[in-house]
């Protein structure tokens, strides 16, 4: 089992930026592929950025290359997002997920494991 704490969401104005932090948790964390994830209120979720489990490897979905930054401190069972220059299409709860067979470019949420509760990002313009 792994546990998921996703921290750092709140209100900021486009163009600015923001990091959001998820905590890893569990035995086996440090094993994991750990991905991000949003959605928005009646929409599918959507493919954000993902890091395999020692950090050799990241991918990005298409609406967010160039502006956000994956990363991970496995001595902290930590991952983050760093995102700049945020646009309001950016408003979302964000969401980190735990993948145990990583696949470098694979955007499929069913494809992992465990799931945070998610963290409010608000950009307004």
């Known amino acids: 089992q792994v546990y998921l704490a996703e921290s750092g969401g709140g209100l900021v104005q486009a163009g600015d930026s923001l990091t959001l932090s998820c905590e890893a948790s569990?035995?086996?964390?440090?094993?994991?592929?750990l991905g991000w994830f949003r959605q928005a209120a009646g929409e599918e979720r959507e493919f954000v950025a993902s890091?395999?489990?020692?950090?050799?490897?990241?991918y990005y979905g298409d609406s967010v290359r160039g502006r956000f930054t994956i990363a991970r401190d496995n001595a902290k069972n930590t991952v983050y997002l760093q995102m700049n220059n945020l646009k309001s299409e950016d408003t979302d709860v964000y969401y980190c997920?735990?993948?145990?067979?990583?696949?470098?470019?694979?955007?499929?949420?069913?494809?992992?494991?465990?799931w945070g509760q998610g963290t409010q990002v608000t950009v307004s313009s």
């Open positions: 997920a735990a993948d145990h067979d990583y696949i470098l470019g694979r955007e499929e949420d069913h494809a992992y494991e465990y």
């Open positions: 569990g035995r086996t964390a440090s094993s994991y592929a």
């Open positions: 890091i395999s489990s020692d950090a050799d490897n990241t």
